[in-house]
């Protein structure tokens, strides 16, 4: 059975998005787009690989679908101070990742411990925010992390190159 790759149906996707782009027949930002490209990528690769027991790959899709709506969240909505939502954020998308790894396979329940205590540490981390001082170090890290995100696809591109079971 041949079998879509969604890495590589996002890059077409992509592909053809710049190229509109390029042509001046889409208005949008290069932040818009990846962030867009990483919804796409999310879902197509969570729809192609649940129930397949493929861990990896489903963390994968999960993390860069919340990413992208994180992405989506701070460019198309006014937000104050971005950096009270950033570490936060990343802990419910890392605990969004094991909740879909547990639904995968419901005999892990490991995943789902994991999971609770991750979004917990996300919800207490916004709501005690300004009490600690680690939080908010924590957060501006976070936030310029953030502000290079765009060589996490190279990271996650090295990755696909040396790995070709994916």
């Given at each position: 059975?041949n079998?879509?790759?969604?890495?590589?149906?996002?890059?077409?996707?992509?592909?053809v998005?710049?190229?509109?782009?390029?042509?001046?027949?889409?208005?949008?930002?290069?932040?818009?787009?990846?962030?867009?490209?990483?919804?796409?990528y999310?879902?197509?690769?969570?729809?192609?690989?649940?129930?397949?027991?493929?861990?990896?790959?489903?963390?994968?899709?999960?993390?860069?679908?919340?990413?992208?709506?994180?992405?989506?969240?701070?460019?198309?909505?006014?937000?104050?101070?971005?950096n009270?939502?950033?570490?936060?954020?990343?802990?419910?998308?890392f605990?969004?990742?094991?909740?879909?790894?547990?639904?995968?396979?419901?005999?892990e329940?490991?995943?789902?411990?994991?999971?609770?205590?991750?979004?917990?540490?996300?919800?207490?981390?916004?709501?005690?925010?300004d009490?600690?001082?680690?939080?908010?170090?924590?957060?501006?890290?976070?936030?310029?992390?953030?502000?290079y995100?765009?060589?996490?696809?190279?990271?996650?591109?090295?990755?696909?190159?040396?790995?070709?079971?994916?």
């Open positions: 059975m079998r879509v790759s969604p890495l590589a149906l996002t890059f077409i996707v992509l592909g998005i710049l190229f509109l782009k390029l042509f001046g027949e889409i208005i949008a930002s290069e932040t818009h787009i990846y962030g867009n490209m990483l919804l796409f999310g879902i197509v690769s969570v729809f192609m690989n649940m129930g397949k027991q493929r861990k990896g790959v489903l963390f994968l899709g999960v993390f860069s679908f919340m990413l992208g709506v994180l992405l989506y969240v701070m460019n198309n909505f006014d937000i104050m101070s971005t009270r939502m950033i570490l936060p954020a990343l802990f419910f998308i605990g969004s990742g094991f909740l879909f790894i547990y639904f995968d396979d419901l005999s329940t490991i995943f789902l411990i994991i999971s609770i205590l991750l979004i917990l540490a996300g919800y207490f981390t916004f709501a005690f925010y009490s600690f001082e680690l939080i908010r170090f924590s957060a501006s890290i976070s936030k310029k992390t953030l502000d995100w765009e060589y996490l696809f190279i990271i996650i591109g090295v990755g696909i190159i040396t790995d070709r079971r994916i």
